[in-house]
């Protein structure tokens, strides 16, 4: 057990449809990253929050959003859903301390966003 | 721009043999270059990270990983494989503390008895 949680485990839904992604860091993890991986495009990196602030963004689709709130929990929005948007969807976090080399990232169970 | 390339999408061995997993990556500065493990329908758990510390870095489970700057390569090691040791193995790089990962694409391990 990393310490990430996320919920829920499991959706389905329809395309053109939106749904939310929660992830909770574990305690005194400050900075949150999303991923996703499909067959495809294999793991890939979508944005990363520190402290409530949008830090990096990777391949995230106009279509996707998502923000940290001030408990350091995050969520992430996927509205107008397509058929290649099904995938597993990872958060991970870290401490992210200024000057610490390496920080390691600790990933949740994930949630699996099937779009039908 | 940095990345990985894991050689070999399948790596087959038996029980007891070495497992040998191959990363090379490409960075423009110095990398942080992590390996995690994936076991069916969970997430991704730390095998070990290099952060310039050592070359040679050992993680959990037995297994170990070299850093060779020369030639670029990060390749993971286990002397004796075990049928727990079946999974999918990701290698990934960041170039500073704490960015985002760039992950390779996986290489998974059959062991057969």
């Known amino acids: 057990d990393s310490g990430v949680t996320q919920t829920p485990k499991h959706l389905i839904t329809a395309t053109g449809q939106r749904v939310t992604l929660r992830c909770s860091p574990r305690?005194?993890?400050?900075?949150v990253y999303w991923y996703q991986q499909s067959l495809d495009q294999g793991l890939q990196f979508l944005i990363q929050y520190y402290n409530g602030e949008e830090r990096a963004k990777g391949n995230i689709l106009e279509r996707f959003s998502a923000q940290q709130f001030p408990d350091l929990h995050s969520e992430l929005n996927l509205s107008s859903l397509e058929l290649g948007d099904s995938a597993l969807y990872f958060c991970?976090?870290?401490?992210?301390?200024?000057?610490?080399?390496?920080?390691?990232?600790?990933f949740g169970p994930g949630t699996r966003l099937t779009v039908l | 721009a940095q990345s990985v390339t894991q050689l070999g999408s399948h790596v087959s061995v038996s029980e007891g043999a070495l497992v040998l997993l191959r990363c090379n990556y490409s960075?423009?500065?110095?990398?942080?270059l992590f390996w995690y493990v994936q076991y069916p329908n969970q997430g991704l758990q730390l095998l070990l990270k290099y952060t310039s510390a050592a070359t040679l870095v050992k993680g959990i489970n037995g297994f170990e990983a070299e850093f060779k700057k020369s030639e670029t390569s990060f390749h993971l090691t286990k002397p004796s494989a075990h049928m727990s040791d079946a999974a999918e193995y990701f290698c990934a790089v960041s170039a500073e503390a704490g960015t985002a990962l760039i992950f390779g694409k996986g290489t998974t391990l059959s062991v057969s008895s």
């Open positions: 991970a976090s870290s401490v992210l301390a200024s000057g610490r080399a390496g920080d390691t990232q600790y």
């Open positions: 960075s423009s500065v110095p990398p942080y």
């Open positions: 305690s005194g993890d400050l900075s």
